[in-house]
């Protein structure tokens, strides 16, 4: 048993251990999120690669170590480690390199800490019987490697959300916490300053991560009420598609009751063709006439769909704005039609609140499959270029809190269909179009 525990300490086999443990670690949390070049076991066995070929330069690096008995500085080998992981993150997990370093930090972070905990055993090393010492030395680092495969679990998760773009004020925001007690646990432990001045050091290090604290908590709340808002939004929404879905069944019986009127509408302009009252037949011709025609109504066969084309372009045109449209789809869409409802809805809400904005409000609707996928194009007029002067499409209303959700529900739901979305400018006409993936 002595033996091998001697063994284990000449050898340094704990850091080996803990470099495997992180690769695998960072190659798991990676997968969850793309396909990394190489395997987890091939990545796990080049940080143990790298350990070695830099183990023997950090053994002989002539720094103090924190307590008599350690042989070499503990601080060394954590350097060596982020030596190690960091670039074989960036040349083989390059899709997830930022998530990698921020995962990294705290790894590290968590290691710098047990040693700082388990600082009480090491200088008992000499007072404790060998074999006892020995159990308690490998003990600890067996607990040590059990919790870092519970971190990685506790990442996978709870992972880091980094989909935004790359802002350094945020990222070095989120690494300042590892960084700085990384930073007094060299301090600390290399003596660069006086014993006394270390509590001092440590309270100026918790200071300054306290506004950093406040800062991330802050935008995690904020985060927290953007995603409240939206899923609000969207339950309106769909709530608005259920009442639409409620109709249907009443659409149909006017459909009915339409047959009905253009069978009467015929038979009396047909007295009327036989000499009837000329104030009758006026009657017919500009009431009944004109109702006619108002009804002929987009039908795809898709009654949802059809529902919300022919409300809200009834919508628009009460308010004057020309509507043109171009509708090519099949009654059966292999899509959900909840999902491209709830997106079609959005759209056409924008373009009809946009149009009422310009004097000559003008909205061009596109639906067709091409390629195996369903394109819902939406485009109205407007009098500026809307994406030089607000790229980001927020919205401009003075009640902000509860408005401008319409863009954002539209990014979620064609991103959890597998979709696209897409806005640009043509021709004077702002453009949303929005590609869902259907099945042959």
Not at 9 to 25: D, K, N, P, S, T
Not at 114 to 138: C, I, N
Not at 215 to 231: D, G, M, P
Request: glycine share 6%.
């Amino acid at each position: 048993m002595l033996t091998f525990f001697h063994l284990f300490r000449q050898f340094h086999i704990e850091w080996f251990l803990y470099a495997m443990l992180l690769g695998v670690g960072l190659h798991r949390l990676a997968s969850d999120h793309g396909k990394p070049k190489i395997s987890r076991w091939q990545y796990a066995l080049l940080h143990a690669v790298g350990t070695a070929l830099l183990l023997p330069i950090i053994v002989r690096v002539p720094f103090r170590p924190l307590f008599a008995t350690q042989g070499t500085a503990f601080w060394v080998f954590f350097a060596m480690l982020i030596a190690v992981c960091l670039p074989l993150a960036r040349i083989f997990l390059p899709f997830y390199f930022r998530e990698s370093t921020g995962y990294l930090m705290y790894y590290i972070l968590f290691l710098i800490l047990t040693k700082m905990t388990l600082s009480v055993l090491y200088p008992a090393e000499s007072q404790l019987p060998p074999l006892l010492y020995a159990v308690l030395d490998l003990g600890s680092i067996l607990l040590t490697c059990v919790v870092l495969v519970l971190l990685t679990l506790l990442f996978h998760l709870s992972p880091l959300r980094l989909q935004i773009p790359f802002l350094p004020e945020y990222y070095v925001g989120g690494l300042f916490f590892p960084l700085s007690f990384f930073f007094y646990f060299i301090v600390y432990i290399t003596g660069v300053i006086p014993e006394k001045w270390t509590l001092a050091l440590l309270s100026l290090v918790i200071l300054l991560n306290l506004p950093v604290a406040y800062l991330i908590f802050s935008r995690i709340i904020r985060a927290y009420e953007e995603t409240v808002r939206l899923e609000r939004s969207i339950a309106y929404v769909n709530a608005e598609l259920a009442g639409y879905e409620g109709m249907i069944e009443l659409e149909e019986r006017v459909r009915k009751e339409r047959h009905e009127l253009k069978n009467n509408y015929f038979y009396i302009r047909m007295l009327l063709s036989q000499g009837r009252t000329e104030e009758l037949e006026t009657y017919l011709d500009k009431v009944i006439g004109e109702q006619m025609e108002a009804i002929s109504q987009i039908s795809t066969g898709n009654h949802l769909i059809d529902y919300v084309l022919n409300q809200k372009i009834g919508e628009a045109q009460k308010d004057g704005i020309k509507v043109m449209t171009n509708v090519l789809v099949p009654a059966k869409l292999a899509v959900d039609d909840y999902v491209f409802c709830r997106i079609l809805l959005n759209l056409l809400n924008n373009a009809i609140e946009a149009s009422r904005q310009e004097p000559e409000g003008d909205i061009q609707i596109n639906l067709s499959c091409k390629n195996h996928y369903l394109v819902c194009r939406v485009a109205n007029r407007v009098s500026a270029d809307i994406l030089s002067e607000n790229p980001e499409l927020h919205t401009t209303k003075e009640d902000a809190a509860n408005h401008g959700m319409g863009i954002p529900i539209i990014k979620k739901t064609a991103h959890d269909a597998g979709g696209l979305f897409q806005t640009s400018m043509e021709n004077g006409y702002f453009t949303a179009s929005v590609m869902l993936p259907v099945e042959d």
